[in-house]
């Protein structure tokens, strides 16, 4: 079975700081790992998504994230944030096959200082 | 982009009696959608994958009696809690796959369902 762990439930930065997101997975198999975000009273968002490839994966908004294999981690990272970042942030893994399934990690709060 | 819609957003219903929550795709054809649960503070769940003129596939420990899906169109299901309790209170989310052949299999959220059971 497959599980994600975001290792912070809260992350706050203050307005035009860098900020990273952590996100570490368990699985005997290769997944496909994905970030989302959610505002309030919105519907989750796809951030980005590895694949294959490259490593260092870029996404909506100036996120980009990096798959480490050895670490098994997909750190989500931003290098100046906006007060619009303030959302909740979930990563999640599928499997290959089936990819469609989707397992979360509990999600981390990002709140942005002006 | 694709929208993914869900209603009620907000309901309460009193404890034993049904409620039925819709996730409807509004701009393509869905034949795969998803049902999420949702705790406070606690990752999404899946409870169960929907797929379009057959039966769900229900995660294990998720009570398929209890939680009614039908996914009678290609763009709407329908997920109906039965007997509520208040335990079965919860944030719900659906989410539906856009098989088109352009969209590269992307999957859209909805906005999610509170259910508050008194």
């Known amino acids: 079975a497959q599980s994600v762990t975001q290792l912070d439930s809260q992350v706050p930065v203050f307005e035009e700081a860098p900020v990273e997101l952590r996100c570490n997975y368990s699985?005997?198999?290769?997944?496909?790992l994905f970030w989302y975000v959610q505002y309030p009273n919105q519907g989750l968002q796809l951030l980005l998504k590895?694949?294959?490839?490259?490593?260092l994966v870029k996404g909506i908004n100036g996120f980009e994230a990096e798959f480490n294999k050895s670490q098994t981690s997909f750190h989500l990272r931003k290098p100046s944030v906006h007060i619009s970042d303030t959302a909740e942030y979930f990563c999640?893994?599928?499997?290959?096959?089936?990819?469609?399934?989707?397992?979360f990690g509990q999600g981390t709060r990002l709140t942005i200082n002006p | 982009g694709a929208v993914v819609s869900q209603h009620p957003s907000r309901v309460i219903c009193k404890s034993g009696t049904s409620v039925k929550i819709e996730c409807r795709s509004l701009?393509?054809?869905?034949?795969?959608m998803f049902w999420y649960r949702q705790f406070p503070k606690q990752s999404l769940m899946l409870m169960a994958t929907?797929?379009?003129?057959?039966?769900?596939?229900?995660e294990q420990g998720v009570e398929k009696d209890k939680f009614l899906i039908n996914h009678a169109s290609l763009t709407l299901s329908t997920l109906t809690v039965t007997s509520a309790h208040p335990e079965d209170s919860s944030f719900y989310i659906c989410?539906?796959?856009?098989?088109?052949?352009?969209?590269?299999?992307?999957?859209?959220f909805g906005e999610g369902s509170w259910l508050t059971v008194v």
């Open positions: 929907s797929n379009e003129g057959s039966k769900a596939t229900y």
């Open positions: 999640a893994v599928s499997l290959i096959q089936g990819a469609q399934k989707l397992v």
């Open positions: 989410s539906a796959e856009d098989a088109g052949p352009y969209s590269g299999n992307t999957i859209y």
């Open positions: 701009d393509f054809q869905a034949t795969t």
């Open positions: 590895y694949l294959s490839g490259s490593t």
């Open positions: 699985s005997s198999v290769s997944v496909y």
